[in-house]
């Protein structure tokens, strides 16, 4: 072998080094199996304030209406961290400003255990995380959400939410003018509350803070 060669093997060795210990780190350390207040809000937050009322909580995993067509949460509560919940409400309020009705939104906090079922279902990494390293929405820092118009219905984003297909990609372009402009609308307003997207679903925004440890605690539905 080559001088270069040899570089290309001892590198790839180390990035599967670094990767391999990234997949076990959950493995090891233990989740958070207890809800600590101090560090969990929960949207919409207070009910008293009447311009948060109106955030849409909709959760498709709360009923059989799914991609894997099993309720996989006994009732639909958005739990966020604190820091993100308190963007995610700066949002609605901003849409609210602009004339939008505010935000929908699917999916929050979910559960290690809820995560590791979906990853049984579909193991592609383009749509769901790998359990084995924790998604963003395992540490309450990435939301699913769409955006409703003044009358409280959805606007038209190009395809429901969790169609796992290219036309759910940001980089999939054959859409009309209207739908690549709410597109760019909830991009442009989520990025400029800290969150940033991944190409492949146009409705997940993960916190660009720093990334907490993994959740395994369930909410109860009483
Ligand atoms: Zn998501």
Known sequence: MSRWQYAIVA???C???IFSTEEISIAKNPTQ???DPRQWTELPGDRKVDNLKSIDITFPYATTE???KTKLYACPRCFLRTDVARAVQKVHQQLQQQGYGGLRIFDCYRPHSIQQ???NIKPDQRYVGNPAKGSDHNRGT???LTILDRHGEPLDL???FDEFSSKAHHTYLELSPQVLKNRSLLKKTMASAGFHHIDTEWWH???NGNKPTVGNWLWDCT
């Open 11 to 13: 590198i790839s060795m």
């Open 15 to 17: 990035c599967l080094l």
């Open 33 to 35: 199996t207890q809800f």
């Open 66 to 68: 799914n991609f894997v």
């Open 117 to 119: 079922k979906m990853w």
């Open 142 to 144: 990435a939301v699913d």
């Open 158 to 160: 190009g395809t429901p």
């Open 205 to 207: 925004y993960a916190w």
